[in-house]
């Protein structure tokens, strides 16, 4: 099997940041717990764990006990309580991550409505809904929005609106989304678009764009809750190539490669290099 890498794919500078600042913390302490996992792939959470990294779902009881903030962030609310409970919290929030936070308050200071477009069950939104404050919402469609938040559609209540977007999702997407947006301007004073979407998470949707129309199929190497490898997936699909997720080497299908001559690789931001060799190994002996 012939195998073309993607231009951009792999971790991006914010993931190893995050991975460079846990481990050094790790080493220091020993041990220190992260609220959730630090970066959204199964391979590296176990690897840190094996330092003394260990993931937990809510926050510890015992007080001084060490506690980092994932590259995701989160609700200042819940900061604010880590900070109550007397945690020793280490932020390790994405930079680019915590420009859109500070945009989304800046922006509900003003006084506008902020949509933020995203997953909203994603730990990286819950956060900017948190920063952003009562007057927010999550969505991905119009539908959403106007289901979501019906006064938009009635009433005079809000009288700008504006939006930004969580820092992996599909540049098109939002693009798609913000004209239908644009489209709720007569019954508004103003509607501020804001591209938050992050330039790694570009490159890489770009790159893989790019490689579909090179390759017979393109495998996707990223973690099952990375929504920016699932993204990647989708826009793979949509240019009619063949596309398949996988966690590691050992996820490949030799019947997804029947017939086929030249497989096409890219990987989530926050799939290690190791994962990715082993992967493209795998494909060059099948």
Same mark, same amino acid.
């Given at each position: 099997?012939?195998?073309?890498?993607?231009?951009?794919?792999?971790?991006?500078?914010?993931?190893?940041?995050?991975? *460079?600042?846990?481990?050094?913390?790790?080493?220091?302490?020993?041990?220190?717990?992260?609220?959730?996992?630090?970066?959204?792939?199964?391979?590296?959470?176990?690897?840190?764990?094996?330092?003394?990294?260990?993931?937990?779902?809510?926050?510890?009881?015992?007080?001084?006990?060490?506690?980092?903030?994932? %590259?995701?962030?989160?609700?200042?609310?819940?900061?604010?309580?880590?900070?109550?409970?007397?945690?020793?919290?280490?932020?390790?929030?994405?930079?680019l991550v915590a420009k859109v936070q500070?945009?989304?308050?800046?922006?509900?200071?003003?006084?506008?409505?902020?949509?933020?477009?995203?997953?909203? %069950?994603?730990?990286?939104?819950?956060?900017?809904?948190?920063?952003?404050?009562?007057? %927010?919402?999550?969505?991905?469609?119009?539908?959403?929005?106007?289901?979501?938040?019906?006064?938009?559609?009635?009433?005079?209540?809000?009288?700008?609106?504006?939006?930004?977007?969580?820092?992996?999702?599909?540049?098109? /997407?939002?693009?798609?989304?913000?004209?239908?947006?644009?489209?709720?301007?007569?019954?508004?004073d103003e509607i501020a678009v804001h591209?938050?979407?992050?330039?790694?998470?570009?490159?890489?949707?770009?790159?893989?764009?790019?490689?579909?129309?090179?390759?017979?199929?393109?495998?996707?190497?990223?973690?099952?809750?990375?929504?920016?490898?699932?993204?990647?997936?989708?826009?793979?699909?949509?240019?009619?190539?063949?596309?398949?997720?996988?966690?590691?080497?050992?996820?490949?299908?030799?019947? /997804?490669?029947?017939? *086929?001559?030249?497989?096409?690789?890219?990987?989530?931001?926050?799939?290690?290099? /190791?994962?990715?060799?082993?992967?493209?190994?795998?494909?060059?002996?099948?």
């Open positions: 099997m012939q195998v073309k890498l993607a231009r951009h794919m792999g971790f991006c500078p914010g993931v190893r940041r995050a991975l *460079k600042l846990i481990e050094a913390e790790a080493r220091k302490r020993g041990s220190i717990y992260t609220l959730g996992a630090i970066i959204h792939n199964p391979q590296e959470v176990e690897r840190l764990r094996a330092l003394g990294v260990e993931p937990v779902e809510d926050l510890p009881g015992e007080p001084g006990a060490p506690l980092a903030i994932t %590259a995701h962030g989160v609700n200042p609310s819940v900061m604010r309580e880590a900070c109550d409970r007397g945690l020793e919290v280490v932020d390790i929030t994405c930079p500070q945009l989304a308050k800046s922006l509900a200071g003003q006084g506008y409505f902020v949509i933020i477009f995203g997953d909203a %069950a994603h730990p990286e939104v819950k956060g900017i809904l948190g920063w952003a404050g009562e007057n %927010a919402v999550a969505v991905k469609t119009m539908e959403e929005l106007l289901q979501a938040v019906p006064v938009l559609a009635s009433s005079r209540k809000f009288k700008r609106l504006a939006t930004v977007s969580q820092t992996t999702q599909s540049v098109q /997407w939002y693009s798609h989304f913000t004209q239908d947006l644009l489209g709720l301007l007569p019954r508004f591209n938050t979407i992050c330039l790694p998470t570009r490159q890489r949707q770009e790159s893989v764009q790019d490689l579909a129309s090179e390759v017979d199929v393109l495998v996707v190497i990223g973690g099952r809750d990375s929504a920016n490898t699932r993204h990647l997936v989708q826009l793979a699909a949509e240019s009619g190539t063949p596309a398949h997720q996988v966690e590691s080497a050992g996820d490949l299908r030799p019947e /997804w490669f029947a017939g *086929k001559t030249v497989a096409g690789v890219t990987a989530g931001a926050s799939t290690p290099d /190791w994962v990715v060799e082993e992967v493209v190994s795998t494909l060059r002996e099948m």
